[in-house]
């Protein structure tokens, strides 16, 4: 295996494989530990240090501070928190889009309809490629391209490819993208031919083109920026800590989060961990997991053996960003899982689409990945588990406009044509264009009628 090279600040961060512990000075090709091939994670243990110890209040006060300065740095809402990021050593210039500073909206109606108090929505998709992987490339094309790597790298079904094609363009580095052909939304492989990558779509699903990619790096100099690229998940843990910061470190009840290839739920996890750990919060919120029913292997393998063990599927669902059978980052979620006390749950097709657009109706709007999260709410307020008066958090991941063919199918009721027991209910959320004539009386007409 070559050796990428990748370092950390001494001191400050380090390599560790999750599963034996070993802690490595540098990468291999596959992110993955030489000895048990397990995945890597970074830890801080400076933290622990009396010399340096980080102080909450200290902090605090300096990513507010932050936020008023006009630094490159400071105006990405990733790199203001980088006392608890891996920072490169040497005078290596970030790549940067000013991701991160995403809103936090209140979703009144869906809140009343699920039968909970307070429900909010951190949305992930107001980044600058539309969705939640801004956060993780900044930092891991910033270490790419401090290693000297001219190609990156990633298999995708749709966001990551988009996100690091534009970050490798910031950076001056080409990109190659593995994509499953005929199973990506046109927004999102738009993106990717625009941004300048080599995109290659591959007659296979999501975890086919993972399989390729694994060899492909390790006979090519690319640096691989799939979300077991450790740097990844550190930088999508500031979706959590600016979370906390929007809620004025207080955490919220619940926090939910679509599940994939399991690496967002991760990043969440570990920062939410880390906050704790730092005294930035004084108590964890439980983190849930939601899988589409056809893509659902972590629920099973928390159904059948406790999260001992996962079984790849074949998976589908027409939230492609999630069609995802085979998992990289699983142990990782189980350990947040277990940490936090969340849950598992899965959504149908139908849920799916009617939580989309439930979530449109609020103003807001996501990708069909996303709206994975208020259906998933729905049953787990139903099974008690979560409470009427207990506060949660929805994490959008995707910006609606990722995936319009999914919205306008739904709305014409052209989504479902064979679900005719559903017919009712989902013609309650749809709303499809009129076609009329061009008159003054057709358009009153349609008016009174709506
Ligand atoms: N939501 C969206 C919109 C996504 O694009 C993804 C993953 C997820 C949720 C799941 O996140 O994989 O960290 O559990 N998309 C990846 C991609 C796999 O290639 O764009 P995860």
Redesign the pocket.
Known sequence: MQDAGTKLEQGSAQLRCIGCGSVLQSAGRNFRCPDCDDLLEVTYPGWKCADTALRPQDLKASWTERRKSSAYVDQSGVWRFRELLPVPSGPASLVSLSEGNTPVYELPNCARSMGVEALFAKHQ?MNPTG???DTGMTVAATFARLEGFRWVA??????????MAAYAARGGMRSVVLIPEGQVSWG?LSQALDYGAVTCQLKTD?DGCMRVLNEVVQRMPVCLL??VNPYRLEG?KTAAIELLEQFNWEAPDHII???????????IGKACMEMKELGLISRLPKISIIQAEGANPLVRAMRENGGKKLSPMRADTMAT??R?GN?A?WKK?VRVLEATGGTVEQVSEVEIALAKAEIGADGVGC?P??AVTLAGLKKLVKQGFIKRNESVVLIL??HML?DPDFTIKFHRGDLFPDKKDDAAILKEQQRAPIVLDASVEAVLKALEQA
């Open positions: 998709g969705s939640f992987k990633c298999a995708s079904t749709g966001n990551t490819s988009a996100s999102k999501f799939n979300s999508q989060v679509p599940g994939g290839n399991l690496g967002n739920s991760s990043a960003a999630i995802i998992p980052s979620a990708e990945a996303s991941t995707g990722k």
